[in-house]
């Protein structure tokens, strides 16, 4: 099992920018694809963007072009950065790692087996 910890929450206004940081330990990721995904207050999970272990990646529509998925495995660390944030992009953001490595980006929490403890993001209008 792996421990994801997700950290860079906060509050910003709308416009700004936040860099969000998953930090794994248990495991290490080289091999996996990783997800980030958001939940919004009476809403459901629902994907943001995915990073494969070659660096691909990939983007739900309401984030394209703002927001940006990287990996660091020396330090077995993935990140989001998220540019020109919307009220509309306010939830709280959680990481998550498949059970297993290679294949496609998965974009359905469900598959996901290991999940961080989330951190709030904040946008202000």
């Known amino acids: 099992q792996v421990q994801l910890v997700e950290s860079g929450g906060g509050l910003v206004q709308a416009g700004g920018s936040l860099r969000l940081s998953c930090a794994a330990s248990?495991?290490?990721?080289?091999?996996?694809?990783m997800g980030w995904f958001r939940q919004a207050p009476g809403k459901e999970r629902e994907f943001v963007a995915g990073?494969?272990?070659?660096?691909?990646?990939s983007y739900a529509d309401s984030v394209k072009g703002r927001f940006t998925a990287s990996r660091d495995n020396a330090k077995n660390t993935v990140y989001l950065q998220m540019n020109s944030l919307k009220p509309e992009d306010t939830a709280v953001y959680f990481c998550?790692?498949?059970?297993?490595?290679?294949?496609?980006?998965?974009?359905?929490?469900?598959?996901?087996?290991?999940w961080g403890q989330g951190t709030q993001v904040t946008v202000s209008s």
């Open positions: 990073i494969s272990w070659s660096e691909n990646t």
């Open positions: 248990g495991r290490v990721l080289n091999w996996y694809n």
């Open positions: 998550a790692a498949p059970r297993a490595a290679w294949g496609p980006i998965l974009k359905t929490g469900a598959e996901y087996v290991d």
